[in-house]
C-alpha cells in the first residue's frame, strides 16, 4: 500500500468510527474492500475516472460474486467515496460517488442520500421541536441552531471550545478540513439560543470537565453519531415529509445566503470551501442565474 493510500484509508477508518453506526468488524472489512479495489484498478484515487468504477463493476458482475458480496464491495467503496465528498469536500470523490449512484446496487446498503434545502419556515420547526426534547432541549436546539447559523459540518460543531466562541461579538472558531481553523459567524436568534445552553450547561454534572461547548448528558463531547441522531429525531418531531441530516443544514444555510443575495465568493468563504465551485453545488433552488454568472466570472 503506497503512502497516500494508507493515509487515505486510516482517515477513512477514523471517518467510519466517528460518523457511521458499523461495527468495528464491519469497519475492518470496509476498509479492507477499499484497499482491495485500489490494488484491482491500479491507480490512485486522483486518476480515477467513472469509466474505471464502471469497469470494475463489470469484473465483479463477469466474476460471478454473490450478490452479498459484490453490494458489501460496492457499499464500502461508496463510504469511501462519500467521507471523501462530505468531509473533505472532495469534488474528484464527488464524481466518483455519482458513478457509484449510477450502479444497480443487489445489496449492502442503501443508495446515498441526496442532498436538499430546507425553507426558513421549515429550520423553525425544526428549532422547535429540537427545544422541546425532555432534558436535553436547551442544548439541543443550541446545537442546530449554531449548525444552521454558521453553516458547520457537524464535527467542527462537535470539536468547538468554549475558549473559541466569543458570544458576545458572535464569532465562533472552528477547526475544520485538513485542521484548518476559521472564524464563523451566527445571528442574535442563534446568540440567544446559545447564551440560553451555557447559562444551564455549569448544572450538567460532566460540564466542568469538558471543554467542548456541547457535552453528552452521559460524559464527555457529543460523538458525531449523537449529533446525527438529535437532527433525525428532531426532524420526524417536527412533522417534516423528507429525512433531515446534518449536512442538509449546511446545504440550507448556503441556500439561504445565495439567494438573498450573498456573492458567491463570500459564501465560500463562509462555508470554508476552498474552491467556490463547491459552493455551488450547495445551491439547490433555481441555480441558472447563479451558474450563468460564475460561467462569466470564470471563463
Partial sequence: MSTSLNSQIEAFRRYMATASDL??????????????????????LDQLSPR???DWNA???????????????????????????????????GRL?????????????????????????????LLEAAGE????????????????????R???????????LALEERLAQVVGKGDKSRTVIFDAACQQDLARWLELRPA???????????????????????????????GERAGLRTEVWTHVLRHSRATQLLTKGMSLAAAAKFLGHTRPATTLQYFHEDARDLREEYDRATS
Fill in 97 to 125: 460517488l455519482r458513478a457509484m449512484n449510477h450502479l444497480k446496487m443487489p445489496s449492502g446498503g442503501p443508495p446515498r442520500r441526496m442532498p436538499y434545502a430546507l425553507t426558513e419556515d421549515q429550520v423553525q420547526a
Fill in 59 to 93: 469484473m465483479l458482475q463477469e466474476g460471478g460474486a454473490a450478490p452479498g458480496t459484490v453490494g458489501q464491495k460496492r457499499a464500502a467503496l461508496r463510504l469511501f467515496f462519500q467521507s471523501l465528498e462530505e468531509f473533505d469536500e472532495d469534488e474528484h470523490a
Fill in 204 to 234: 450538567w454534572e460532566v460540564a466542568p470537565e469538558v471543554q467542548e461547548v456541547f457535552v453528552s448528558a452521559f460524559g464527555g463531547r457529543l460523538n458525531l453519531d449523537t449529533i446525527g441522531n438529535i437532527v433525525r429525531e428532531c
Fill in 133 to 152: 426534547r425532555p432534558g436535553v432541549g436547551v442544548r439541543d436546539r443550541a446545537l442546530l441552531h449554531f449548525l444552521w447559523a454558521t453553516g458547520t
Fill in 23 to 44: 461495527s468495528e468488524g464491519s469497519r475492518t472489512r470496509y476498509a479492507y474492500e477499499v484497499d482491495r479495489f485500489f490494488k484491482v484498478v491500479g491507480k490512485p
Fill in 52 to 54: 474505471d468504477i464502471l
Fill in 154 to 164: 457537524r464535527a467542527e460543531a462537535r470539536n468547538l471550545m468554549l475558549a473559541n
